[in-house]
């Protein structure tokens, strides 16, 4: 007895069960949550801070 019922066991069972019209649906729809919520962190980290270089010493005007 053959059970095809199964989970995909491969990658490109995994591919192909990804891509029939009902499961196509919600990958699209995590992907697109996926990419919304990484950019948001992104975009939420604060940038390194550099070391602000000192300003040149002021100097007499030599005349």
Same mark, same amino acid.
């Given at each position: 007895?053959?059970?095809?019922?199964?989970?995909?066991?491969?990658?490109? =069972?995994? *591919?192909?069960?990804?891509? #029939? /019209?009902?499961?196509?649906?919600?990958?699209?729809?995590?992907?697109?949550?996926?990419?919304?919520?990484?950019?948001?962190?992104? =975009?939420? *980290?604060?940038?390194?801070? #550099? /070391?602000?270089?000192?300003p040149?010493?002021?100097?007499a005007?030599?005349?």
């Amino acid at each position: 007895m053959n059970d095809d019922a199964g989970p995909p066991r491969t990658f490109k =069972g995994l *591919l192909r069960w990804a891509t #029939t /019209p009902p499961q196509a649906w919600g990958v699209y729809l995590l992907a697109i949550i996926l990419v919304w919520l990484v950019s948001f962190y992104a =975009g939420t *980290l604060k940038p390194k801070k #550099t /070391p602000e270089p000192s300003p040149p010493a002021a100097t007499a005007p030599k005349s």
